[in-house]
């Protein structure tokens, strides 16, 4: 159930009666010292093996392409000399369909739960005879002793999930849920002879069916549609089947880019759990990382473009829709809501609105798709502003409205106003809030118009850049021409205003006075603008940018990666908002926000600095991570934040999965770091790698043609391509065009 994964109890579990002794397969919940347990984690399943006197339980869980289930193949083998009988209990908690509801509304939740029992398969039909058409199932392929669907029968009155009284005396209730809270769990009994195995299917499903065809009989549901998913999977042959077709369908996608380095933790990073990890962070996009509650406010239109970086590469016809839908909630004024509910695609403003950088975001993502697809095509789409489809424009007008809301609202110092924040939601410029009960993301505003970001502004130079580009492209040059021009005007704003004698400025507040300063005591530097104004081509020739990412090695930079600012603040600054609620070395306040991290990485390889970049890299890449008791979040994904130099507990992960930082990494290591960079009209290779890496290999998949790219470095250089070939032929630059489809070429590159 949602509400209970933070704890790590209640959900799903087995339990096994073997002669009076309970464990789990899993260990938990019944925390029985076990005899062997290992947990695997793979593309789109995990399986949990545990063994205690003789006895071993294997789970594995997926969920197959095309079906909203999942499958759960439980394997018990009799590993001992003699005959044995035990009994299996399968539990779930049915979650009241509306989280949060669910976890509040108990005045009618403790009354509404209803449940179906057919055979070896409980239907959970909470509000279905209202206005719901749909319905959830669990069930097991195998004879059942008995059931349970109320949750304090089958625990008992006074146990927790550990000690279940029907597991404990080995016999359901075969209770029947009458509100309370419903569950599903089947009681099976397994006889086992030495050496044998008995595997078990469990399946937990969701179905819909139309509101005409709800009911098979009065108050009976239709259960054709759940039957007809069932026989699906419903011996070991299909299961197996539809595990194939898991694994076929993640290497379909992961074959995409691979690498070959000699260095197992960056294949493990590149070729497997950074793109799964960009995958997952795509389908489920994310709210403040949410997922932990189960609830959420939508999909922010700043996450869902960045996020396209780290697969666009996978599924472009996906990420092309993505662009599309949130392109809709734009306002005419180039405006945007700050997030989007992907069932209805509308916008809302549950968490606020008016935070500048958002429209820029689409720019960045549709250039993005282009330079990887090739399909100019886009740029024509009519799209609906504000989801009004009578107030259309094509995308490129979008964008165009993008980049001039900067520009339309700009602060005394010609930098464009923050508004309530800018990528980082927690620098709130105009709040000043003393109300602990409002949320800085949704309370009121000051009005004026002071306060400006600098961060912002170095957005607004490297994406109107690209787009001046691509108007060229397009042949309209009076366009490029305009954009291109606001941008250069918009750089020197930055020379001058922008920078503090040794890196760049974070903002202006709302009194005018420069934030992220060398005359403060606090927040003296931040990681944004550093990273960002390197990323635009900002002081390349007059050293500026070699200082502000010397800066960044020497005051933001750690063992566990680089501080988002520093010193933290170390009390509650009213002018600056949320930032400084937390205490130091955490979240935004000195914590290492990860999500930013690659900009470094990314302006280190401007600089030619591949291995100050890949160093950086490892800081934060899960691969490298050696304390993992530590680190506490999973050991093969990317967290959103991890405690700073300043914290108490340095290098302590939180908030994994849902991040950012997935799709920035992959940017960097794969475009960056390796140097395979999609562009309009092919790749361009430029590697900015460690100078002793002697040769490395990349396979790219580029609008349909695979490229096998082979990198040597003779000479130990970090950057420069001396020669490059393609299927044997010398190129002239270090451009491979795009070729046919379906064909296959080899990439000579030798640095130097």
Known sequence: RY?????????????????????????????????????????????????????????????????????????????????????????????????????????????????EVEGSVIYHKTEYRERRNHYAFYSVNH?????????????????????????????????????????????????????????LIFQLGYVEVGEDEKWAAPGVINKKPAQEMLARYDDSGKIQAALDALAAYWDGLLSRYTVKSGDKRLERMVNTWNQYQCMVTFNLSRSA????????????????????????????????QRILDIAAIQFEDGSVYHQYQPLNKRGNAAVGGNFNDDPLWLVMSTIAYI?????????????????????????????????????????????????????????????????PNESFQTTEN???RVAESVFIATMFVKYGREYAELCERLGDGQEAARIAEAADVMSAAIVRHGWDGEWFLRAYDATGKPLGSKQHEEARIFIEPQGF??????????GKAA????????????????????????????????????????????????????????????????????????????????????????PYVYSQMVAGKQAVRPGEAKNSWLTGTAAWNFHAIAEHILGIKPDYD?????????ADWEAYEVVRRFRGAVYRICISNPDGVSRGVRSISLNGEVLHANHVPAAAPGSEHLVEVVLG
């Open 289 to 320: 990382s949410f997922f932990e509650a189960g609830i959420g406010r939508g999909m922010g239109f700043r996450d869902s473009n960045q996020d396209l970086l780290g697969i666009v590469h996978l599924v472009p016809d996906r990420a092309r």
């Open 446 to 448: 000051r009005e004026g």
């Open 3 to 115: 509400n209970n994964v933070p704890m790590d109890d209640g959900g799903r579990y087995f339990y096994i009666n073997d002669g009076g002794e309970t464990w789990s397969p899993g260990w938990k919940p019944c925390r029985t010292d076990l005899d062997h347990y290992e947990c695997r984690h793979g593309m789109g399943y995990t399986e949990i093996t545990g063994e205690k006197n003789g006895i071993r339980a294997s789970v594995l869980y997926f969920v197959p392409p095309g079906d909203n289930t999942e499958l759960q193949r439980l394997r018990v083998e009799n590993r001992s000399g003699e005959r044995r009988t035990i009994r299996l209990f399968s539990l779930l908690e049915w979650c009241l369909w509306n989280a949060e509801d669910d976890m509040t509304n108990f005045q009618r939740n403790f009354s509404c739960g209803e449940v």
């Open 547 to 634: 200082s502000a990412l010397g800066s960044v090695e020497s005051l933001l930079a750690c063992e566990f990666g680089i501080v988002l600012n520093y010193p933290a603040f170390t009390r509650y600054r009213l002018e600056y908002g949320e930032i400084s609620t937390y205490p130091q070395g955490y979240k935004e306040n000195g914590g290492i926000f990860c999500h930013n991290n690659p900009w470094i990485i990314i302006a280190e390889t401007i600089l030619g600095h591949g291995d100050h970049a890949f160093d950086y890299y490892t800081r934060i890449a899960p691969a490298w991570q050696k304390d993992v008791a530590l680190h506490k979040t999973e």
């Open 371 to 435: 330079r990887e697809t090739g399909d100019y095509g886009i740029l024509e789409e009519q799209v609906p502003f504000d989801n009004d489809e009578s107030n259309t424009a094509p995308l490129l007008s979008h964008l165009k409205a993008s980049l001039d809301h900067a520009t339309n609202n700009l602060g005394p110092h010609g930098l464009p106003l923050i508004g309530r924040a800018d990528w980082n939601d927690c620098l709130n410029l105009n709040c000043f809030s003393t109300d």
């Open 143 to 199: 004879e059942i002793k008995g059931f349970d669907t109320d949750r304090e029968a089958f625990l008992g009155p006074y146990n927790g999930f550990d000690r279940p009284d029907a597991v404990l005396n080995g016999a359901p209730a075969n209770s029947v849920a009458q509100g309370w809270s419903p569950i599903a769990s089947h009681c099976v009994e397994i006889e086992l002879a030495p050496r044998e195995t008995r595997e």
């Open 533 to 542: 104004a390197v990323m635009a081509g900002i002081g390349l020739e007059d």
């Open 682 to 690: 092919g790749l361009c290779i430029d590697p900015c790698i460690p």
